[in-house]
């Protein structure tokens, strides 16, 4: 099946940095989303990004699907982006999602 | 609902009980997907409906696990005979779309503690 592997597993940050997280996957996916997870546990879906580029606000993604890779980046982060990241892909049936394990993220002030 | 609705949000049980934990999705969406999460991990996908059809049950762990949707609204993971390894957030997700192909919006989850 799908593995998903996600790097750095974590960082840390001075408020008002940028950084980049990527996500590797072994197979072609059809889709390919990330999530924020915070500190309550909530998890939040940021893009859905099969291919191509997104941005929204501060946050943008990247799929290059052809070389089975992800990034999300982060620009000017804040504290409230403290937290784990997690992108996931659909499995070949499209009945699943298959996590990668997170990039733990923590921004100081 | 405005979201995903799981409840109770935390759950408490002996080794041995039974428990039912509940999810209300997102009105009108097709897709509905169990999912648990141990500590410190991402979370692993357990079972998927469309509508009322449970269409892939190959993530349930054993056949303790039993999940249902009977009108392809609210659905209810049910485990039976809890065991300490069950401990986990189980997190409830809906979409729109009959497959993956759409964003999944998750519940807040049920923090499962087996004493």
């Known amino acids: 099946g799908i593995q998903v592997e996600q790097s750095p597993p974590d960082l840390i940050l001075q408020e008002g940095a940028n950084s980049t997280l990527r996500c590797n996957f072994s197979d072609s996916v059809n889709n390919l989303q990330w999530f924020h997870q915070n500190p309550w546990g909530q998890l939040i879906n940021l893009f859905y990004?099969?291919?191509g580029t997104k941005q929204n606000g501060r946050l943008s993604a990247t799929t290059v699907a052809t070389e089975r890779y992800s990034l999300l980046y982060i620009s000017s982060s804040q504290t409230t982006d403290s937290g784990v990241y997690f992108c996931a892909a659909a499995n070949q049936a499209g009945t699943a999602l298959i996590f990668g394990k997170g990039t733990t993220l923590s921004v100081s002030s | 609902g405005a979201g995903v609705s799981q409840s109770p949000r935390y759950k408490v049980a002996k080794r041995g009980q039974d428990v039912a934990l509940r999810c209300d999705p997102i009105?009108?969406?097709?897709?509905l997907f169990w999912y648990q999460q141990a500590l410190g991990q991402g979370p692993e996908f357990l079972t998927y409906?469309?509508?009322?059809?449970?269409?892939?049950k190959s993530g349930l762990p054993s056949d303790r696990f039993f999940a249902e949707r009977p009108e392809g609204s609210v659905s209810t993971l049910k485990i039976q005979r809890t065991q300490q390894e069950d401990s986990a957030v189980y997190l409830c997700?809906?979409?729109?779309?009959?497959?993956?192909?759409?964003?999944?919006?998750f519940g807040d989850g049920t923090r499962l503690s087996i004493l």
């Open positions: 990004i099969p291919s």
């Open positions: 409906f469309q509508n009322e059809a449970q269409l892939d």
């Open positions: 009105s009108g969406h097709v897709s």
């Open positions: 997700a809906s979409s729109f779309a009959r497959t993956t192909n759409q964003p999944q919006h």
